[in-house]
């Protein structure tokens, strides 16, 4: 909320609470914000940051800095605790796809009506040329294909040989940063998930 004296009040459900931060200066936009999404989103980081370190004015890029658990993010928009699960393609260490399928159906509601937050990530080198190191938002699943967005706003290019993403509803999925992929391709591309309970 943007409050009357130019500073902005973000309200965290989960353990953060209530928070209120100075507005972004130039600087700290254009070092955090690369999406068209206006500056909600430096002014979360802002928030997400001072609430963190419990200092007027964090060094936001100490506190959030570039990665950590997809756990750690997720619980700042949660009291309902979270569930990670590992995608490793090796018998015994990763998740099964059926079990993967169970919770994504219950994270899109389709077990009791109820929506829940997904995070991603992935850790390595892809053939769509997708960041490593990096989280996205899965914004839905149809029970055959994840909707998922890369905060960013924005995709790279494909590499000469690499894969093209796959656009949804009809946009470029390099210039929205939203595109689709079938649980195969997912489980071939990301690492980790995790699901708000």
């Known amino acids: ?4 004296d130019g500073t902005y009040t973000v309200r965290f459900p989960g353990k953060l609470g209530t928070v209120t931060v100075t507005a972004p200066t130039d600087a700290e936009i254009a070092r955090y914000s690369g999406a ?7 002014v979360m980081e802002k928030a997400y940051a001072k609430a963190k370190a419990n200092e007027p004015k964090p060094d936001v890029q100490k506190r959030i800095g570039e ?3 997809l756990k750690t993010g997720l619980e700042a928009f949660t009291k309902s605790g979270t569930d990670t699960d590992f995608l490793v393609r090796v018998p015994l260490l990763g998740t099964k796809k059926d079990d993967t399928k169970k919770k994504l159906d219950k994270a899109f509601g389709k ?3 109820k929506k829940r937050m997904v995070t991603a990530a992935i850790w390595s080198e892809n053939e769509y040329n997708l960041p490593k190191g990096h989280a996205y ?3 839905d699943w149809d029970g055959k294909m994840l909707t998922i967005r890369n905060p ?3 995709n790279p290019r494909p590499n000469a040989n690499g894969k093209r993403l796959r ?3 009809n946009t470029n999925p390099y210039d ?3 595109f689709a992929m079938t649980l195969d391709e997912f489980y071939d591309v990301f690492s980790e998930i995790c699901y708000e309970e």
């Open 152 to 154: 960013w706003g924005r």
């Open 111 to 113: 077990v009791d009506g």
């Open 67 to 69: 990665g950590g658990q």
């Open 137 to 139: 938002t899965v914004m």
């Open 176 to 178: 929205t940063g939203k």
């Open 167 to 169: 656009g949804v509803d």
């Open 1 to 4: 909320m943007e409050n009357k």
């Open 36 to 42: 068209d999404d206006g500056i909600w989103v430096v």
